[in-house]
């Protein structure tokens, strides 16, 4: 079984809204991932957490803030978005962070901010 | 910058026919590299994963991987409409704090009946 799970399928925010995002594994998986895509676009990495810590943050505006709160969960808060925020947000998680690791994705959220 | 790059494509084959993906990539330390499938408005599905130099086969599916060449290329035997879709060349690059997928532009295909 290689799924995540994300939550929620799609999400309508304000500009000055607050909203997270949930990611779920069940894998075992160790490692998570933050990815951003847009229309036509690869994927664009955004966070990485290695054993519930952040292990690389790609310069990312503060108005995204991740959190690992177990080994199974990864949140991402959202606070203030722009227009040009709205996406789609996917997880990954892979066994851990490591050479050749595959990474599986979930569904993703696709958000747009008004 | 290290960089993977495909042809956007679209690229277009017959029902039944071999699509031939093709990915290149600048970093000479990547060991490890991904195809990912992604139909429009889903997200990527792994199809294959490679590590060693020469060919891995899995069903209608072909991998192969030049180390020397610094390519990747995946075949698709017997293709069919429903592997339209945009097909994402990843390659694996470690940062001193872990690792980061590096992907392509993506090569959209399309399989006509």
């Known amino acids: 079984d290689t799924e995540v799970t994300q939550t929620p399928k799609h999400l309508v925010m304000g500009m000055t809204n607050k909203k997270s995002l949930k990611c779920e594994q069940h894998?075992?998986?160790?490692?998570m991932y933050w990815y951003k895509q847009k229309a036509k676009k690869p994927p664009e990495l955004m966070f990485v957490y290695s054993y519930e810590k952040l292990s690389i943050n790609e310069s990312v505006p503060s108005r995204f803030s991740p959190e690992c709160p177990n080994s199974s969960l990864l949140n991402l808060h959202l606070h203030a978005l722009q227009p040009e925020d709205s996406a789609l947000y996917l997880c990954?998680?892979?066994?851990?962070?490591?050479?050749?690791?595959?990474?599986?994705f979930g569904p993703g959220t696709r958000l747009l901010v008004l | 910058q290290k960089e993977v790059e495909q042809n956007s494509g679209p690229l277009s084959v017959p029902e039944g026919a071999i699509a031939s993906l093709n990915c290149t990539y600048s970093d000479r330390g990547s060991q490890s590299f991904f195809w990912y499938r992604q139909y429009s408005g889903k997200s990527p599905e792994l199809i294959m994963s490679?590590?060693?130099?020469g060919d891995k086969e899995d069903g209608r599916f072909t991998a192969q991987l030049n180390k020397a060449s610094q390519y990747v290329s995946l075949l698709i035997r017997d293709s069919q409409p429903s592997d339209s879709a945009t097909y994402l060349c990843a390659s694996r690059m470690i940062y001193n704090q872990g690792g980061k997928l590096i992907f392509g532009q993506g090569t959209e295909l399309s399989v006509k009946p």
């Open positions: 894998m075992g998986h160790r490692a």
């Open positions: 990954a998680s892979s066994q851990e962070d490591g050479e050749g690791e595959t990474q599986y």
């Open positions: 490679i590590y060693s130099n």
